[in-house]
């Protein structure tokens, strides 16, 4: 079960982008319970996480990523999405993002290629 990234893309510093993360059809009926991360993954550097937001819509960010980025979800889209805004050329990586649901099953998408040009 794989999750469904979009949205990536090359843009210029300043700019925005919204990502999205759809839950495939298999896992609907547990989206509202689960706790959806995005994380970033740039050349030569390990995974990091970027933002996330549990079943009860609080969310928590990467420092470097606070007050330019919002993560939010729609749940009847079963759909997470991270708007970003103010992009910086730091911000190029691969996003990837992550569900954990209450049995401790844990999904992930295949990533979207973000790059920022300065």
């Known amino acids: 079960v794989q999750l469904q990234a979009s949205g990536g893309g090359l843009v210029q510093a300043g700019g925005s982008l919204r990502l999205s993360c759809k839950l495939p059809r298999t896992i609907f009926s547990v989206f509202t319970t689960m706790d959806i991360d995005w994380r970033r993954q740039a050349p030569g550097k390990q995974r990091e996480l970027v933002a996330g937001?549990?079943?009860?819509?609080?969310?928590i960010y990467a420092d470097s990523v606070k007050d330019r980025f919002i993560i939010s979800r729609d749940n009847s889209r079963k759909t997470v999405y991270l708007r970003m805004n103010n992009l910086e050329p730091e911000d190029t990586a691969v996003y990837y993002c992550?569900?954990?649901?209450?049995?401790?099953?844990?999904?992930w998408g295949q990533g979207t290629q973000v790059t920022v040009s300065s």
């Open positions: 992550n569900a954990r649901s209450e049995s401790g099953a844990n999904f």
């Open positions: 937001i549990d079943s009860d819509r609080r969310t």
